[in-house]
């Protein structure tokens, strides 16, 4: 920690106790639902206009080029202030770096003013119900055709879908595994297009399907060249991977949530003391690591942050199924907070990336095992 990334962080901290809240602001995470759209936006403007919004983007696009650290540091401190890093995931950490990196300048003036400044909520249209983790199969066809691109498919586990403006969208345009996909940008109100939220289990509906049929898209939707829609889905690997410190703030919080039910209901005993200590001691370590991953500036995509994905996802899993020891028989209770927890922890280690797939990620680019 030097005395420059000090200094930020006390920055951000007093920006963050003195600056005043939307009405109905709430840390929503990486995905909004419909209620939280509208101060999701106005929370987001606020942080463009202090500039803490789209922070890693290039100076001339409205960004500071601000170091993986610095992006760590804001991440943290808005989870411990329980509000939002920014509108949501997509549009300012996955979409903007890759218009800025495949897009043509008139897209990049079309686009990316209004992810920065929190007019437009993205979405990402990339996994089909028979295209998961392995994304290149995908079946969402796109054929050119009188000047336009028509596309027909169905996308599934698209977050943020029944209130977004626009999408990223990977389609076929070839036989080839890899070389037959393209990117494009999809107005999400483009008819054809049908969306249908999903209900989780913790009754809310983040993630959707997307139906697409005859969806006309202009020949300006391409994004990059025809066939570069691989590089386009692995540019935007792994960024979401910078929130994992924020994430162990909540974990945190999380436990001594979990301790004080456990308190409460006169359920501390040695095992749950002990599980406690457990955990703690995991949190503490996954949070150390993260900052020793940023502190050299490993990029995102890194297969280190795989490491970290994993070790993430299963401690949010098993802080869910403490806490449902902790209550007793009140976690039959559904609307009984650390139960939403519980059912939200199993998503932890399918969502980003499941943990199977970053088992198989270290297995082959850090131990160098066979396929």
Request: charged letters at 25%; glycine letters at 8%.
């Amino acid at each position: 920690m030097t005395d420059q990334y000090a200094e930020f962080r006390r920055e951000v901290r007093e920006w963050l106790a003195a600056v005043e809240r939307p009405i109905g602001l709430r840390d929503y995470g990486g995905t909004p639902e419909s209620d939280d759209v509208g101060p999701g936006r106005l929370w987001h403007r606020m942080l463009a206009d202090a500039g803490y919004a789209c922070m890693a983007w290039p100076v001339e696009h409205g960004g500071r080029n601000s170091s993986v650290y610095e992006q760590a540091i804001l991440a943290e401190e808005t989870a411990r202030a329980e509000v939002p890093r920014q509108l949501n995931i997509v549009g300012p950490d996955l979409v903007g770096p890759v218009i800025i990196r495949f897009g043509n300048q008139d897209q990049k003036r079309r686009y990316l003013p209004a992810i920065r400044e929190g007019e437009h909520l993205w979405c990402q249209l990339f996994s089909e119900p028979e295209a998961g983790s392995d994304l290149a199969s995908l079946r969402t066809r796109a054929r050119h055709e009188a000047g336009s691109w028509v596309i027909d498919g169905q996308k599934v586990w698209t977050s943020a879908a029944a209130d977004a403006d626009y999408g990223l969208l990977i389609a076929r345009t070839g036989e080839e595994r890899y070389a037959g996909l393209t990117a494009f940008v999809v107005d999400m109100r483009s008819p054809g297009i049908t969306v249908r939220p999903l209900r989780q289990l913790d009754g809310a509906s983040k993630f959707n399907e997307v139906f697409l049929s005859d969806v006309r898209l202009p020949e300006d939707a391409l994004l990059g060249t025809v066939g570069q829609g691989w590089s386009v889905v692995t540019a935007t690997l792994g960024q979401e991977r910078l929130s994992l410190g924020a994430q162990a703030v909540g974990m945190f919080e999380a436990l001594r949530t979990v301790a004080n039910a456990a308190r409460d209901r006169g359920l501390l005993d040695d095992a749950l003391r002990e599980e406690i200590t457990q955990q703690w001691c995991r949190i503490t370590l996954l949070r150390e690591t993260w900052l020793r991953a940023v502190s050299v500036e490993t990029e995102p995509s890194s297969s280190a942050f795989s490491v970290l994905k994993l070790v993430s996802s299963e401690i949010y899993r098993d802080l869910g199924d403490f806490a449902t020891a902790a209550l007793g028989m009140d976690a039959l209770i559904f609307d009984e907070p650390l139960v939403q927890r519980m059912l939200v922890g199993r998503a932890q280690t399918i969502l980003g990336g499941t943990s199977e797939i970053q088992r198989n990620i270290l297995a082959e680019r850090v131990l160098g095992l066979p396929r």
